[in-house]
């Protein structure tokens, strides 16, 4: 068994670019880190080539490349990683289902990550990220994300486009003000939805709130301003999911 | 105006103390940073100094000491922290209020202060924090509350002493479980309530489950195995709000 253990190695050189957005971008490809991540990319279909570190036990049916502990740190961005390390495809970039995400630049990759795993609870299809959104295969989204990434189909695309796609295929497009609009406790969701959440500092920006169809508040304290755009995020998803 | 520049100073030195749990229980004083949760500290009485960088356009009826920017950052965990920094008493430890949260050991500070924010939209009156939890006071729990620290009360106590006490004073205390008890969505809260929400890996311990009156879960798609605690607390609360 050959072990790798130069960082000028041509392979670790090419694997370590994507840990960079546009990296991943060219390549279509992207890496998780730990046997629980690389086993949900493998179970459905992603699992490209796994880079293990010579003492770890355990195998997959892909190509496989070994490496020291050291090179596993490079290709890491926490400071104790795991021994296995996942390459793994990107999916296709296309809607499917009725019950649609959309996430106006979203910025904080906790955040993104806490999203990803309420949707996947509250039955979201599809999750649309606008094109300044936070990477979706940044490491730290991924984390938080607690593997649930690989079970729900998530795309990026320009949001207004991606809105009037929806509208021609009569989906009904939820946006969320502070004021006016339907309480989320009194919502009765239509068939086919997409509802439009914000980023963290400006909220929905006005052109795409504009092409909304309907408008929703969370009821709530004034002495509170907003809460916490994963918290938002998740008390709607709960409350559309019937 | 006199401006402090030197770390060795008596006052300073005592102050970056308190960035230590240890010594902000023993002085029963917090650091809070920026003018916005100075601000908040000063409306509702506990803001008993601050201290600013001699450049800081803004004045506090408290005692005040003058520094250069650098004991700022010093006295600061972030980067670029703002110019002024307010030292505040802690509240009280009594409940108050009919609608209580326990939290049972949790570690996060940013859970924490995800859940402060959104029981103050949610109408909560007391925060029980057990022991092992994370320090309230803690700079990131305080920057994740967004301020919302000042406008609840939050006490630290034994969670089984705390729990019998509630339940002496006639309070339903509700606990979480995967599997079992009533669905959030069907939940009709008694007058007076106490809610048990646990730690991120091990949830809520079997002897303060045992102690529970009644047990609610989220309804939500078996792919996901559990929600991350601050939206699991969020949507709970949301719910209770009626």
């Known amino acids: 068994m ?31 880190e730990g046997e629980h991540l690389v086993l949900e990319a493998y179970r459905v279909g992603l699992l490209k080539e796994v880079i293990m ?31 296995v390390i996942g390459v793994c495809k990107k999916e296709e970039n296309k809607v499917i289902g009725n019950k649609v995400l959309l996430l106006d630049d979203i910025q904080d990759p ?19 990220l606008s094109n300044k959104s936070v990477d ?7 984390r938080a ?18 809105i ?7 989906y009904i497009i939820y946006g969320t003000k502070v004021d006016g609009g339907t309480s989320i406790k009194d919502i009765t ?9 914000g980023n963290e500092g400006a ?16 009821p709530m304290n004034k002495d509170c301003e907003s809460l916490n755009v994963g918290v938002a995020t998740s008390i709607i998803l709960f409350s559309f999911n019937k």
Chains 1, 2 share one sequence.
């Open 2 to 32: 050959e072990v790798i253990s130069s960082l000028d190695n041509k392979k670790i050189k090419y694997y370590s670019k994507l840990l960079l957005k546009k990296f991943r971008d060219s390549e279509n490809l992207f890496l998780v």
């Open 53 to 83: 570190s010579e003492d770890y036990e355990g195998k997959f049916d892909v190509p496989t490349t070994y490496v020291t502990y050291d090179i596993i740190k490079k290709l890491s961005n926490t400071l104790n990683p795991q021994k």
């Open 110 to 128: 906790g955040n993104l990550g806490t999203i990803i795993r309420s949707s996947v609870a509250f039955n979201i299809d599809t999750i649309i």
């Open 136 to 142: 979706v295969y940044n490491d730290k989204v991924i």
């Open 145 to 162: 994300s607690e593997g649930m990434l690989f079970k729900i189909n998530i795309i990026r695309d320009d949001i207004i486009k991606a």
């Open 164 to 170: 009037n796609d929806l509208k021609n295929k009569d």
């Open 189 to 197: 969701p239509s068939d086919k939805y997409a509802i439009v959440m």
């Open 203 to 218: 909220g929905v920006s006005k052109e795409v709130l504009n092409l909304c169809d309907k408008y929703l508040y969370i």
